[in-house]
């Protein structure tokens, strides 16, 4: 496959799941086809509704896991080596930017390349336990010269209390809220 920037990228384990689930469906559709006609037409029935859910399913607008090494920053273009303070921009189409830092996602941002009116959804990566991205509204954020992001933000996203607390004894930061941070 070719991508935006002409590099390629073999196909994800989403793809083949996608491309096996279609040559299942095919088979299943001739094998029907074969029998009788009237099994044909009640199998098939249930075969093109079972594929419609695949392909709806298929689509995802939420964020997506960011990928130390593999995936770059879409504003400075940087592989994302830190996943601890990575975010993503969401489109209401599905489309997911990826940032190193909150501060080069405030940056596009700012930007306006998307419009306030087409974002879904903004997202910091929990800097404690599995990394998981957080809305930014729930998110607590510790801002910390010493954390030292990739981009100079210094800013760590929390969904508790107890690790936001248990971070900001060690690295002796100020909390702030989403609002704080970014100001369009």
Known sequence: LVNVSGSTSPIDIG????VSVGALLLFMTIMVWRSTKKKARSFSKTV??????????????????LKTGVDNCHFCKMTISDVRFGA??????????KFDDSKCMINYLRTKDVEADNIKGLYLT????????????KALLLKAEDLRSPMGGNVAAFDNNDSLQTIQKRF??????WNDLYKP
């Not at 793809?15 to 996608?18: A, C, D, L, N, V």
């Not at 859910?53 to 964020?63: A, E, F, H, R, Y």
């Not at 993503?88 to 930017?97: H, P, R």
């Not at 002796?172 to 809220?177: A, C, E, T």
């Open 88 to 97: 993503e921009v969401v489109t209401k189409k599905g489309k997911v930017y």
């Open 126 to 137: 929990n800097y404690s336990g599995l990394h998981q991205l957080i809305d930014v509204n």
């Open 172 to 177: 002796n930061g100020k909390v702030i809220s």
């Open 15 to 18: 793809g083949w799941i996608f």
């Open 48 to 65: 093109m509704a079972f594929g419609l859910l695949v392909l709806i399913s298929s689509c995802n607008t939420g964020p997506e896991p």
